[in-house]
């Protein structure tokens, strides 16, 4: 199976073109595609929606995965998740997607015409997290183009959405695949904590630590993947 890892910044992709020895393929369009082993390209698209859906769309189109996997970093939205906690996303929503106005419900994602989006592959994934000695948690996933802090919107996202998580791309990468019609899987390491006093102070000092302690479970993740399915 030809996997494809899409990721938002740099620093969450260099640990596993560390540990794969990956090179680079080519550039397009200002987004890098590295081969880190035969049938597995990945690629760090850029920060926000409209930047990891254009890498998105790139992939598919250039190398065909038969599954796009993203990992990376996310604000714990609850408080049982401290940094360094991972997380199988089972759904992602699009908190900043809102056409209340004509009737929608907030969230709702017209085109596709749905709020949620469900990862693929739960059950296999659950159990090669098992195997290879992962401490996890499973929950959704909120996306918007917003760095969420502490305040009257982290908590309307909270309580309109009821996630685990809240990051910036994962829905938009979710959103291409399901028009695309390719699964997708999503593992996730805790940053920093919303509701927690200077929240974006923790995200830069755990930063490299949440991306290095990810890398090393997610490639070890998606060489099982590859190997099952």
Request: net charge negative; charged share 25%.
């Amino acid at each position: 199976m030809k996997l494809g890892l899409v990721y938002a910044m740099p620093i969450e992709l260099a640990g596993m073109l560390e540990r794969a020895k990956g090179r680079e393929l080519e550039t397009v369009c200002g987004v890098h595609f590295y081969e880190l082993a035969e049938g597995i390209v990945a690629c760090a698209g850029g920060i926000g929606k409209v930047n990891i859906a254009m890498a998105t769309q790139l992939l598919i189109d250039r190398y065909a995965p038969d599954c796009v996997l993203n990992a990376g970093v996310a604000g714990s939205m609850v408080q049982e998740l401290d940094p360094g906690a991972l997380v199988l996303v089972d759904k992602f929503y699009q908190h900043d997607m809102d056409t209340s106005g004509i009737g929608d419900p907030v969230g709702f994602v017209s085109t596709v015409n749905r709020m949620d989006f469900p990862c693929s592959f739960a059950e296999e994934s659950r159990r090669i997290l098992t195997e290879i000695g992962a401490a996890f948690t499973e929950g959704s996933v909120a996306s918007g183009d917003y760095f969420v802090v502490d305040g009257e919107r982290a908590r309307w996202i909270r309580d309109t959405f009821h996630p685990v998580l809240c990051e910036m791309e994962g829905c938009a990468i979710v959103q291409v695949c399901c028009r695309a019609e390719v699964p997708f899987v999503s593992i996730k390491a805790v940053s920093d904590r919303v509701f927690h006093d200077g929240n974006g102070e923790e995200y830069q000092f755990n930063l490299p630590e949440a991306c290095d302690k990810l890398s090393e479970v997610f490639w070890a993740f998606v060489q099982k993947l590859q190997e099952v399915k």
